[in-house]
């Protein structure tokens, strides 16, 4: 079963209240593959969405994030190509049931999509002196994600949809896009319109994995501290 989101409906969300349009656009949040249709954004729609990125919290205020936005059809086709390598690659090593079910799965939309989004972290940006961060060298790398969150739930509240492609190297990446050394590309996001939104996350719909119980990743005082009776 599919929930139906079109571009149409991009840059009006819902009315219900606040709270309840968060949680229910948290729950409606897919890493979407085959469901993109190529249109474009609308401009004031991308803006919102970047904004939305660029306002996420990081460590010392950093702020260690680039956003390139990748429309050139051949650069699209050259990085799908390094991807359905590295998804041979990936595939190579499975057995069996595992193998098949892999088959199955669309690991991109690069070319389908409206546009590419490459995100990278600098861990130069603030330094030398980067607040918070002495102790936990990875917090800046943190930020950038929160980042990616930002973007990923205001473009499902656009009606967009978005796929993040790890199946690259970053080197490769890095040469493609020209990024800068000491420039770590973080994610490649495929980001478009798409004819729908699937109810049940691709992996599981496959049978790849299964979504675990919430009680079962949470702890009590300690790690692995059961509930108190």
């Given at each position: 079963?599919?929930?139906?989101?079109?571009?149409?409906?991009?840059?009006?969300?819902?009315?219900?209240?606040?709270?309840?349009?968060?949680?229910?656009?948290?729950?409606?949040?897919?890493?979407?593959?085959?469901?993109?249709?190529?249109?474009?954004?609308?401009?004031?729609?991308?803006?919102?969405?970047?904004?939305?990125?660029?306002?996420?919290?990081?460590v010392g205020l950093s702020q260690p994030w680039d956003f390139v936005l990748v429309r050139d059809e051949a650069t699209r086709r050259g990085f799908r190509e390094h991807v359905l390598a590295e998804r041979s690659v990936f595939a190579a090593s499975l057995d069996?049931?595992?193998a098949e079910t892999f088959s199955r799965i669309k690991v991109e939309g690069i070319v389908e999509s409206s546009l590419g989004l490459a995100v990278t972290y600098d861990p130069d940006r603030g330094s030398p002196q980067v607040l918070g961060r002495h102790a936990i060298a990875d917090a800046g790398l943190y930020s950038v994600c929160l980042a990616i969150q930002n973007l990923w739930l205001s473009a499902t509240a656009e009606g967009l949809g978005v796929?993040?492609?790890?199946?690259?190297?970053?080197?490769?990446?890095?040469?493609?896009?020209?990024?800068p050394s000491g420039v770590r590309p973080v994610a490649w996001l495929c980001l478009g319109t798409v004819r729908a939104l699937a109810d049940t996350p691709d992996l599981e719909r496959h049978g790849w994995r299964s979504r675990m119980p919430l009680e079962d990743v949470v702890h009590h005082e300690r790690y692995g501290g059961s509930s108190p009776r």
């Open positions: 079963m599919v929930r139906m989101t079109t571009v149409e409906n991009a840059g009006q969300p819902a009315q219900p209240s606040p709270i309840a349009d968060l949680y229910e656009t948290i729950e409606r949040r897919r890493d979407v593959r085959a469901e993109f249709d190529g249109r474009p954004i609308p401009d004031d729609v991308l803006r919102r969405v970047l904004t939305a990125a660029h306002s996420a919290p990081s069996g049931e595992r796929g993040w492609v790890s199946f690259y190297r970053e080197e490769f990446l890095r040469r493609l896009l020209h990024i």
